[in-house]
């Protein structure tokens, strides 16, 4: 009526239909090209920005992933297309530093509550996607549907009236071949340790405070992929002169060395470790007690050696004086409660991750005289003795949480502890290797 004339579609054109090219059939492999592109440019954007870790991954989650997603069902994507798509995925994590090129690949794809870096999986999501989507189909009781469904030979990626291919992987398949990798399961296999508090252990990943560059480190470091002298030897074939650790000169060049037990970082660096990890705790014993007002940052504390008021004395790494002479007289804290008249004797320790336990048993026994002696000279009621332990890798000791309940401390504290452990671990790392 108003002289207006549809075009007519030339036997190449297309027209779009719900964002996807088709004519007599869906143009594929141009969809497919778009789809791509579209995924990775967003990818792009999202590693360029200035995101904490778990701010990252869940934008390209809730961001770059979808766009791709919304075609799985409708074109034919190959298995082998989607391993393509999830190695160049992290070939850019990589090129962002974000992803160590040797750390485990299962991980980035592990949700962050179970100690993995929560990454969507293309090949896993296009699985189940098609999955529920044969099933909501097939559930229909619309004989239009039905009869479509019984037309389907191979024709959609849904296959509606064949069988699918059983999945190639599976979230839970990653996680078991994770967890028995010689190097890289060795952090899940002290997660699951009954002398560790998993949830807790976890905090800084499931917070993902971290920058995703940082957070990549310390996977590293977790997955036992760093460049130490074992690592080139072993790992990577090359001939090197020694394996021995470039600083003191006697043992092998390992990760756990580095990290624990290296005589020369002992004074030095692990020292600082510790302190950083007592400037947490302390103020805090202290703010509690009304022995200091105002709580400044952690990093611009520095603990008196006695406060005290009208109802506790506070010492900080201080020889306590004794009848007896004892071997173990200088705990970092003991706070004196002077009305209740009880004393708690706290230790904080910093042990690798195989070596937790040890630590405990260690902590307890090292001040029982300690306890004892004090107990009789002042006449109290009771002692406690509160070791106070996060390892290396920021594994949480299972008596953390009742230890900072017992010292009336606000549980948060323990991620704030966390946190301040894997900063100064990372920074002993990265020092160590940067250093001849
Ligand atoms: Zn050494």
């Known amino acids: 009526m108003d002289d207006i004339t549809i075009p007519g579609l030339s036997p190449q054109e297309s027209y779009k239909y719900l964002g996807v090219q088709q004519a007599l059939d869906i143009k594929t492999t141009e969809m497919k090209g778009v789809f791509r592109e579209k995924f990775l440019t967003r990818l792009r954007k999202v590693l360029q920005s200035k995101l904490n870790s778990k701010a990252m991954f869940n934008a390209i989650n809730i961001w770059a992933i ?29 090129r962002h530093g974000i992803h160590h090129p040797h750390a485990s690949v299962n991980r980035l794809y592990i949700p962050r509550h179970e100690g993995g870096r929560g990454l969507k999986n293309l090949e896993i999501v296009h699985n189940n996607t098609v ?135 002992a004074p030095t660096d692990y020292t600082q470790r510790h302190n950083a990890m007592a400037r947490v705790y302390h103020p805090a014993i202290a703010k509690r007690c009304g022995l200091i007002r105002n709580l400044k940052k952690p990093f611009e504390y520095h603990p008196i050696g006695v406060l005290e008021n009208d109802n506790f004395k506070l010492y ?27 004393v708690e004797i706290v230790d904080i320790t910093i042990p690798a991750d195989d070596n937790v336990y040890k630590a405990y048993v260690e ?40 230890n900072t309940v017992k010292l009336k401390l606000d549980v948060d504290l323990i991620s704030t502890a966390q946190r301040k452990v894997i900063l100064a671990n990372v920074r002993i790392v990265r020092k160590f290797l940067t250093s001849i």
């Open 66 to 94: 979808p766009c791709i997603e919304y075609s799985f069902g409708v074109i034919k994507w190959s298995t082998s297309d989607l391993q393509d798509l999830d190695r160049k995925a992290r070939a850019l994590l990589t």
């Open 363 to 402: 902590k307890t026994t090292k001040y029982h005289d300690l306890a004892f002696e004090v107990k009789t000279i002042y006449n109290l009621k009771s002692t406690a003795i509160l070791p106070l332990i996060i390892s290396t890798n920021g594994l949480v000791e299972k008596h953390l949480v009742e």
């Open 316 to 342: 900080w790494d201080t020889f306590i004086h004794t009848d007896r002479p004892i071997k173990h007289n200088r705990p970092d804290i003991m706070l004196f409660n002077k009305k209740e008249r009880t």
């Open 131 to 265: 999955s529920n989507m044969r099933d909501y189909l097939l559930s229909k009781r619309s004989p239009f549907i039905q009869a479509i469904c019984q037309e389907d030979e191979n024709l959609s990626p849904l296959n509606l009236a064949g069988q699918l291919d059983p999945p190639r992987s599976t979230l839970e398949q990653l996680s078991q071949e994770w967890r028995g990798k010689a190097l890289h399961g060795r952090y899940p296999g002290s997660l699951g340790k009954s002398e560790i508090n998993k949830r807790e252990s976890l905090t800084y990943l499931r917070a993902g405070y971290l920058f995703p560059e940082t957070e990549g480190r310390m996977v590293a470091i977790q997955d036992q992929v760093i460049p130490t002298r074992s690592y080139i030897e072993n790992m990577t074939g090359r001939n090197i002169p020694t394996d021995k650790c470039r600083k003191c000169l006697q043992a092998t060049e390992s990760v756990q060395h580095i990290t624990s037990s290296c005589p020369i970082l």
